[in-house]
């Protein structure tokens, strides 16, 4: 029987890393980022419920999903958020289920959710990793990865849960602030203990 591992965090916090690592480790991994994209591009049923909603202001001139666009009215407005939310949802989850589909011989299957409490995928797994770093760091990071001021950055942040609400609701705790080494250490000795 496969187990669905929820692998979450906040924004920078260092997700990434684990996930690359368990792929390195031979873990199928599905990547509610990546599924988002799929289910968003040129032509697909997913788009067309966005732009239905949003209007032709989300799109680039080739008729493509502006990100940038579609991202300015989801920080900026939590309704629209909310909307924004609701309208691609059905199509990731879809899309999700078709991929575990096709790993029903694995041990171990990790759903990468950056928004696995907030969008309710919580329910769907079986346990839940969470990769925490302190605030400092975290804020630090996502201004120096997304090139954001001081306030944007804080605004991301604040959209999504707070971190230690879900290190309260989490089985495992990766801690992410110091040396790689450190990190990656912890998700061996965890990995140990879920395929023993």
């Avoid at 579609?70 to 989850?93: C, E, M, W, Y």
């Avoid at 849960?161 to 250490?185: F, R, V």
Wanted: charged share 20%.
């Amino acid at each position: 029987m496969t187990k669905l591992i929820g692998l979450t965090g906040g924004i920078a916090t260092g997700k990434s890393v684990v996930s690359d690592y368990l792929r390195q480790r031979g873990i199928p991994v599905i990547d509610a980022d990546i599924v988002t994209h799929q289910v968003e591009q040129f032509g697909t049923p997913g788009l067309s419920a966005l732009v239905d909603h949003f209007g032709q202001r989300i799109l680039l001139s080739d008729g493509t999903l502006d990100r940038q666009a579609l991202g300015h009215i989801g920080f900026s407005n939590p309704a629209d958020l909310k909307q924004l939310v609701r309208t691609i949802d059905p199509f990731i989850r879809s899309e999700i289920f078709r991929q575990l589909d096709t790993y029903q011989n694995a041990e171990l299957v990790v759903l990468d959710a950056p928004t696995l409490f907030e969008n309710g995928y919580a329910h769907l797994v079986d346990e839940i990793v969470v990769v925490y770093c302190d605030p400092v760091t975290q804020l630090r990071r996502l201004m120096k990865r997304n090139k954001l001021s001081i306030v944007n950055a804080t605004k991301r942040i604040r959209n999504q849960w707070p971190l230690q609400t879900k290190c309260d609701l989490a089985d495992t705790i990766i801690y992410n602030s110091g040396t790689m080494t450190t990190t990656l250490t912890q998700v061996d000795r965890w990995l140990a203990k879920e395929t023993k």
